[in-house]
């Protein structure tokens, strides 16, 4: 019922910047949470950062500081603003969205396919 596409990611310097987008479609008004996940192969799948509809942010250690999430409701749009990238800020980045029709529904999860970010030394 939820569709998610992630893009945006890209090969820079470290140092540099990124802005990932996530755009959102089908039943968008079910949706309570989008968050960004990333996973180094190997590794477990990690939060990033994630916004709620209400609009509270949350963010890992690693990035804060660093990293801001926000929306356009308009567009159905979560980004992800990455700035001063690092080496082991490389990843697969994926979107995630939980969402539910009614407050005592079941919340479902979905998943986008994922886009890479790589920042070199």
């Known amino acids: 019922q939820v569709q998610l596409v992630e893009s945006g990611g890209g090969l820079v310097q470290a140092g540099g910047s990124l802005r990932l987008s996530c755009a959102a479609s089908?039943?968008?008004?079910?949706?309570?949470?989008i968050g960004w996940y990333r996973q180094v192969p190997g590794k477990e799948r990690e939060l990033v950062a994630d916004i709620s509809r209400g609009g509270n942010t949350k963010y890992a250690d690693s990035v804060k500081g660093r990293f801001t999430i926000s929306r356009d409701n308009a567009k159905n749009t979560v980004y992800l603003q990455m700035n001063s990238l690092k080496p082991e800020d490389t990843a697969v980045y994926y979107c995630?969205?939980?969402?539910?029709?009614?407050?005592?529904?079941?919340?479902?999860?979905?998943w986008g396919q994922g886009t890479q970010v790589t920042v070199s030394s």
């Open positions: 995630n969205a939980r969402a539910s029709s009614l407050p005592w529904s079941p919340t479902l999860s979905y």
């Open positions: 089908g039943s968008t008004t079910s949706i309570n949470v």
